[in-house]
């Protein structure tokens, strides 16, 4: 069926199947919306429907969309995409492409809804496999096989951000529908905004607020992401979940990665332990240039694409505008202050600085300064030189121990673990000194390669 055929007689036109999944695509400055609407009973799509408005283009897509899916189970329909919409128009020019584009994310969007309703038999060697559009999670999949089912999660939306940098965007989730397709894969996408909102972007700017240096993955991994692709592997009767971290897994604990420049498992420290059962982390014996050249030898086109270097709801904005946009908060003219109350310079704003931190205090001359503390209260910064930052006790709060001892404890993601025997109450005891120690970062406890808890560093 081509083109004018479908828009002479479009399919379900204004369906709305009873208690339907719907998902749409579009409405901005083109003016061209897509909305597909799928009755679904938990494994076969058994009514399809669609709306749209804008070019014609746009209304045959829809309907395209009716006559591909209509009475295909789930994981068939997820294998659909903008190249199987063109197809069944009989081609597309590119400047009406992008009716297959909107038409194919409405209907993922849609499937994405019917998914966390699905209840799928369990499938031997079936597993979920979290994609982002990057080199690392291509690979996983491609070191997955052919049972793999690609999902994404689409966590943030902001047209002052760049959805291209972002690994969480509805561009992302596009780029990683193309790749999971390209692989011979179906792919899910799940809507996490609101979730991701509450649970991760929230307790971060409160924790600004607060004067506080929180970590915003640790969360995401430990209590949003995670969870929630584990939860959809059990409705798609798959037995575990995938991910490109460069972690390991040992005696049903976290292990760091083979390569130490890019282990993650600090970011990975407040997991469960059941749900690290439920996890599979194939990039934990490979070293980096090894991911790039496996993604080179089976033509990935992701092989060459460089690694996100910001919080994903950050990327194409800078901190403070985020800060201003999402959490109302402005400059603050502030004193910078020595130990004794000495005013040496002026900020804007105690909650853009964070303990240890040298970059950024527009304080020029004679030996360099760290900031030593905040308080957001005071709105005052105190800085000096870097040996005042050493300490040998950190308080904690909510420390979760996973009934092993603990030889060295991580206290920030990029720095080494340090040497650390004790722990009274809520007091840590450190065998060497640790320097720009900040409250709202994560403690990890280890015990050799093995995490064994983590805690967050208090006041």
């Given amino acids: 069926m081509n083109l004018a055929l479908h828009l002479e007689r479009p399919r379900n036109r204004g369906l709305i199947p009873t208690d339907a999944f719907t998902g749409a695509a579009g409405g901005g400055a083109c003016g061209d919306l897509v909305r597909i609407s799928l009755g679904f009973d938990g494994e076969r799509i058994t009514e399809v429907g669609f709306d749209a408005s804008g070019c014609g283009a746009t209304i045959a897509a829809g309907s395209a969309v009716v006559a591909l899916v209509q009475q295909r189970t789930l994981l068939d329909a997820a294998r659909l995409g903008s190249e199987a919409i063109a197809r069944e128009l009989g081609g597309l020019s590119v400047a009406k492409r992008h009716a297959a584009e909107l038409a194919a994310d409405a209907l993922h969007r849609a499937l994405g809804h019917a998914a966390r309703r699905a209840a799928l038999a369990p499938v031997a060697g079936r597993r979920v496999v979290a994609l982002s559009g990057g080199v690392d999670?291509?690979?996983?999949?491609?070191?997955t096989g052919s049972r793999a089912i690609g999902v994404t999660l689409e966590l943030w939306s902001d047209p002052a951000s760049d959805g291209e940098k972002s690994c969480c965007s509805a561009q992302a989730v596009r780029a990683a529908r193309d790749l999971a397709h390209s692989l011979g894969l179906p792919h899910?996408?799940?809507?996490?905004?609101?979730?991701?909102?509450?649970?991760?972007?929230?307790?971060?700017?409160?924790g600004h607020v607060a004067g506080l240096t929180p970590n915003p993955c640790v969360r995401c991994n430990g209590e949003v992401r995670l969870d929630a692709m584990i939860e959809l592997a059990d409705r798609l009767g798959a037995e575990a979940l995938v991910t490109g971290h460069y972690a390991r897994v040992s005696d049903g604990l976290l292990r760091v990665a083979a390569d130490r420049e890019k282990d993650q498992s600090y970011s990975l420290a407040a997991v469960s332990p059941g749900s690290l059962g439920r996890l599979r982390f194939p990039l934990g014996e490979l070293r980096k240039g090894e991911t790039r050249e496996l993604a080179r030898r089976h033509g990935l086109p992701v092989a060459a694409k460089p690694d996100s270097q910001d919080l994903c709801f950050l990327a194409g904005t800078g901190r403070d505008a985020f800060f201003a946009r999402h959490g109302a908060i402005g400059a603050r003219d502030g004193a910078i202050v020595d130990p004794r109350g000495r005013e040496l310079g002026r900020h804007e704003g105690a909650h853009r600085y964070t303990v240890g931190q040298r970059k950024g205090l527009g304080i020029g001359g004679g030996q360099p300064l760290y900031v030593l503390r905040t308080d957001v209260d005071a709105n005052t910064i105190t800085v000096g030189p870097r040996e005042a930052l050493a300490t040998r006790a950190v308080r904690l709060r909510d420390t979760v121990l996973h009934g092993r001892s603990f030889d060295r404890v991580r206290l920030r993601y990029r720095q080494p673990p340090l040497r650390a025997h004790h722990l009274r109450g809520d007091l840590l005891e450190l065998d060497e000194p640790a320097y720009g120690v900040a409250p709202g970062q994560l403690a990890c406890f280890m015990d050799g390669e093995l995490v064994v808890g983590h805690a967050t560093v208090d006041r």
């Fill in 137 to 143: 999670s291509a690979v996983a999949a491609l070191l």
């Fill in 188 to 206: 899910l996408s799940l809507d996490l905004r609101a979730e991701f909102r509450r649970g991760v972007v929230e307790p971060w700017l409160a």
